[in-house]
């Protein structure tokens, strides 16, 4: 598959529609490391969240914020996003944990599964054992559709 036409940059941004075709088609150079060299355009001096969001965010401001996104390449990007996120966002932090449970198939000793365990584990999958929310803040809810 090969990117022919940016559908996602305006007119007048001829030069980086072109760069990001050439970064789709693999046709950068890169150094030892396999590092591209992004454009200034690119970079921000300053903290993301502080671009995207502001300093504070209060439950007025949500309906307006809630157009905007970061995305992240990888989960443990984004659980530090959320929670840089969170903390700006006025109100009282609260705590929801998952209900903890293990049904081991016969012959199998509850006990290999401590709950510590499972508390600690952090699969692609599934949502964490900790969930932290205020108030106004905005979640995403995912359902999978086949579980096998």
Known sequence: MHLHQNM????????FSKWLIQLGNGELTSNDYDEIELPRSCILDSNLVDEI??????PEDISTLCNRTILCPKNEHSLL???EVLQRLTGIEKM?????????EE????????IEFLNSAAPSEMPLHKLKL???AIVMLLRNLDVH
């Open 53 to 58: 969001f502001g300093q504070y965010i209060s």
């Open 8 to 15: 996602r940059t305006r007119p007048g941004e001829e030069q």
């Open 107 to 114: 012959g199998d000793d509850v006990t290999n599964y401590p």
């Open 96 to 104: 929801y944990t998952s209900v903890d449970e293990v049904e081991c």
């Open 134 to 136: 205020k108030s106004g």
């Open 81 to 83: 996003v959320n929670e």
